[in-house]
């Protein structure tokens, strides 16, 4: 699918949003395994929240249990924490805006 100007234009004002903390990001912490996920950014709570189904779908598949999810602006160090294992996963990780918009 080939990018609109307006889809260049939010990519980087998305990605700007990011760089001052204030875009929207997908929040889901797992019971089992003890996890927590960072899905984003997004540049409106409104397309956060029309994404997060897909990501719960996919954890759900992977076996994933009793899942928390949230909705929050927020500026993510690391995409993915590993409780149980007190570990960091992707600390050099960048946000993937292509095909989130």
Same mark, same amino acid.
């Given at each position: 699918?080939? =990018? ?36 984003? +950014?997004?540049?409106?709570? =409104? ?43 992707? +600390? ?10």
């Amino acid at each position: 699918m080939k =990018k609109t100007s307006w889809d260049n234009f939010k990519e980087i004002l998305t990605s700007l949003f990011h760089s001052f903390g204030q875009a929207w990001w997908v929040e889901i912490a797992t019971q089992s395994p003890r996890c927590t996920y960072y899905f984003g +950014p997004f540049l409106s709570s =409104k397309e956060a929240h029309a994404a997060k189904t897909g990501y719960i779908e996919d954890l759900e598949q992977e076996g994933a249990q009793g899942i928390l999810v949230n909705v929050k602006r927020r500026k993510p160090n690391n995409l993915t924490i590993f409780d149980d294992m007190g570990e960091r996963i992707e +600390p050099n990780a960048k946000p993937a805006f292509s095909g989130q918009m």
